[in-house]
């Protein structure tokens, strides 16, 4: 897959992680994004390791957008966790 895949990937799995785990998020659309790119890899290599799967087949395969959300949901928890308690003076 492209870039272009990849990026657009990650966009919707953002988008579809922010609506499984709704909640105030510190972070606004640009952070959702990020997080769902950066996801989208991570749920890529994740398969790879644990499961010795290729869950990166192509675009519309479905273990390709399971493993983005997984790896945006888990992103988002964690990005949840580290920024979500700041208060601002």
């Given at each position: 897959?492209?870039?272009?895949?990849?990026?657009?990937?990650?966009?919707?799995?953002?988008?579809?992680?922010?609506?499984?785990?709704?909640?105030?998020?510190?972070?606004g659309?640009?952070?959702?994004?990020?997080?769902?790119?950066?996801?989208?890899?991570?749920?890529?290599?994740?398969?790879?390791?644990?499961?010795?799967?290729?869950?990166?087949?192509?675009?519309?395969?479905?273990?390709?957008?399971?493993?983005?959300?997984?790896?945006?949901?888990?992103?988002?928890?964690?990005?949840?966790?580290f920024?979500?308690?700041?208060?601002?003076?």
């Open positions: 897959m492209g870039i272009i895949a990849w990026i657009l990937i990650g966009l919707l799995a953002g988008i579809i992680a922010k609506a499984l785990m709704p909640g105030k998020d510190p972070g659309i640009i952070i959702t994004m990020l997080i769902g790119i950066a996801g989208g890899l991570l749920g890529g290599w994740l398969g790879k390791v644990i499961f010795g799967v290729d869950s990166i087949d192509g675009f519309f395969d479905l273990s390709t957008w399971l493993a983005a959300i997984i790896g945006s949901l888990i992103l988002l928890a964690l990005y949840r966790v920024t979500g308690n700041r208060r601002h003076a």
